[in-house]
């Protein structure tokens, strides 16, 4: 069943160059569609500036589109009023990045979590503090935590806290912006591990928005890998791992560091850095650093195809001359 | 090859907060051989980026106080050196690459500006063959029209470009040994892929040593041919890079191998050791990672274990006692 569906998704951001100057428009999000089926982790995964996080508060409308459509649960989210659209929001919640700057350092760890409860008129009162107990415990802190301020905590713990507050509402989609990548190595396996269990229980469909590959192979059901505001690749985890298409996402694989120092990588190191997206390249907009560059890619821009049942690339080596590569 | 580089013996570090004295750096000791590679691995708060700052003699005057042990560079003790002759070797025979390449280039000085101050400082140069030097190294480390470059700010370039600029800034005097501080942490991952071939590739040119700090052991894996493992302020382990890897002797290496995503089947709970790092006050009499070691026992707690050798391969654990030498799996 699909929960969420995004249609042409566009955000476009205008730069002023001056008063009597064209306006100059980066297109961070640049006509994405996928849909995310319920229960399922979808991940988006790019570098930076390829849009993925904008791309995910766009969804819970946290910044205005362009154009496109976003339906979840049937509805077209943009057309919601503000209203409307707030009182959805106990559906659909989203863990930030930066534990440390998004939590409010004011306030106690009670009236972070009691603040989603309150505005969504949530339980009755003396009932809300049960509650928030019940979920300090399912997150691994405790009745004793309740009244510290966030910086009373360490990373993974504040991290847990913004997760518990995600999770408080019993929402059905929760959006991760890059959860555990401020995180140190042996925590971040706690918070995924965390996750990992709140979605069993609670029958979430997460979101998941990252660079780390080896996390999102670990945990996620199917990927979407964007690239300069475009998605040039969607398919099951499991088969982009083994049998990746596009030239970008095997890059992107290949130079995901080695486990083991006697692991040989055959290493595809990419050219120059990612080109500035208020001026992208002309064509495939990866044209510029492919490898396989031909002479097609420089001028026409390649559809996002089917290529093999389930799996989607726009890349005119599968869709010209299919017996290279 | 063998000749060694850089030698630290039972440093301990004190810091001056406004609640007393508290020592982030507990005894640590290790050396480096010249033309070698050596990983510091650990967390954050782990004390490795405190080791490195006293190795450059960076540490705050005021606040911080080497009270024990020594580092010795290059048969010269550096260890309380006055810092007009400190200046003599950063830079020329000891450089630093940062995490964060944005805040370690100065936003209002060009590139070239900033290429020739350590050129100013150490070497004796017209003013012409500086800029034919700086536009050299720039070049080495790949960095496209360097011409127009060295007239170009900081803000001007990409992450990935900052970060060449650094290293070509930390290689202009051919140091005897460069620091890394987690150099590719900032980076993406395709960008990380190519810093990381590029300082391959200047250190087999150069044969000069590395002391790469960092938390990531993928990159661990693929640079350094010996490791330390650092934990709260002390080293926990110390070994070459395949026997690290296949046979860890110390739980707390052995869990941030094993808690790697790419060594847990998909999807399956991963492996996580509990608790976090203590915090410098909290350390008590015992082994450290006590609190947190899945194999625990009364020892451990009781009194903190000293460095054990199987060869080579050094660790802090009381379950490699010579009586004892159990094999963790």
Redesign the interface.
């Given at each position: 069943m699909t929960l969420l569906e995004v249609k042409n998704l566009k955000k476009y951001y205008e730069i002023s160059q001056g008063l009597f100057k064209p306006k100059v428009v980066v297109k961070a999000v640049d006509n994405v569609s996928f849909s995310i089926k319920k229960g399922e982790t979808f991940a988006l995964v790019g570098e930076s500036g390829c849009g993925k996080s904008t791309t995910g508060k766009t969804l819970l409308r946290l910044t205005g589109t362009t154009s496109g459509e976003i339906l979840y649960k049937g509805k077209d989210l943009l057309a919601l009023s503000a209203e409307k659209m707030r009182s959805l929001r106990a559906e659909m919640q989203m863990v930030f990045q930066d534990p440390y700057a998004s939590l409010n350092p004011k306030m106690t760890i009670k009236q972070i979590l009691m603040e989603p409860l309150r505005v969504h008129n949530k339980f009755q009162p003396e009932e809300r503090l049960e509650k928030i107990l019940k979920i300090l415990e399912i997150v691994g802190l405790s009745k004793e935590h309740l009244d510290r301020h966030p910086n009373e905590f360490s990373g993974g713990q504040r991290q847990r806290i913004g997760i518990a507050r995600a999770v408080i509402l019993n929402p059905d989609f929760i959006v991760a912006d890059e959860p555990v990548s401020a995180l140190d190595v042996s925590v971040q396996s706690q918070v995924i591990n965390l996750m990992l269990e709140l979605q069993k229980e609670f029958g979430l469909t997460y979101l998941f928005i990252s660079h780390d590959l080896s996390v999102v192979e670990h945990m996620t059901d199917r990927v979407a890998v964007m690239y300069l505001g475009k998605i040039v690749e969607l398919v099951d985890t499991e088969e982009l791992f083994a049998n990746p298409k596009h030239p970008y996402t095997q890059a992107l694989i290949s130079a995901v560091p080695a486990s083991h120092p006697k692991e040989v990588k055959e290493r595809i190191v990419l050219k120059g850095d990612v080109p500035n997206p208020a001026n992208p390249p002309s064509g495939c907009t990866f044209h510029t650093r492919c490898p396989f560059a031909m002479d097609i890619c420089k001028s026409v821009v390649p559809a996002l195809t089917e290529i093999e049942s389930g799996h989607i690339t726009s890349c005119h080596l599968y869709t010209n001359n299919k017996e290279e590569k | 090859m063998t000749e060694v580089l850089l030698e630290i013996k039972d440093l301990g570090i004190q810091f001056k907060t406004g609640e007393g004295v508290v020592q982030p750096i507990r005894g640590v000791n290790f050396s480096l051989k010249k033309g070698e590679t050596l990983g510091v691995v650990g967390?954050?708060g782990s004390g490795k980026s405190v080791t490195s700052l006293a190795i450059m003699g960076l540490l705050p005057e005021k606040k911080s106080k080497i009270v024990s042990g020594s580092i010795h560079f290059n048969n010269q003790d550096v260890t309380h050196l006055k810092d007009r002759q400190f200046r003599k070797l950063r830079g020329n025979e000891i450089s630093m690459i940062f995490q964060e390449p944005m805040t370690s280039l100065n936003p209002v000085f060009t590139i070239g500006e900033q290429l020739s101050e350590p050129l100013k400082q150490h070497k004796k140069m017209a003013k012409k063959d500086r800029k034919e030097a700086i536009i050299n190294i720039l070049k080495q480390v790949g960095i496209p029209r360097a011409e127009q470059i060295i007239n170009e700010y900081p803000h001007q370039l990409?992450?990935?470009?900052r970060q060449r600029v650094m290293i070509s800034l930390a290689l202009l005097c051919d140091p005897k040994l460069l620091i890394c501080d987690e150099p590719t942490t900032a980076l993406?991952?395709?960008?990380?892929?190519?810093i990381?071939?590029l300082m391959k590739q200047i250190k087999s040119e150069k044969d000069m040593s590395l002391l790469f700090i960092t938390?990531?052991?993928?990159?661990v894996?693929?640079m350094c041919d010996r490791v330390v493992v650092m934990y709260a302020g002390e080293i926990v382990e110390s070994a070459e890079?395949?026997e690290l890897?296949d046979n860890p002797l110390h739980p707390y290496t052995k869990?941030?191998i094993d808690?790697?995503?790419?060594?847990?089947t998909?999807?399956s709970?991963?492996?996580?050791?509990?608790g976090?790092?203590p915090r410098p006050d909290e350390i008590g009499k015992g082994c450290a990672f006590a609190n947190r070691c899945p194999y625990a026992f009364d020892k451990c707690i009781a009194s903190a274990p000293p460095t054990f050798s199987t060869g080579e391969h050094l660790s802090k654990c009381w379950l490699q006692e010579p009586e004892r030498q159990v094999k963790i799996q």
């Open positions: - | 967390e954050s990409s992450g990935g470009m993406d991952v395709t960008i990380q892929a190519q990381l071939e938390h990531d052991l993928g990159v894996a693929e890079i395949n890897f869990g941030l808690s790697l995503p790419t060594n847990n998909r999807k709970r991963l492996f996580s050791i509990k976090q790092v």
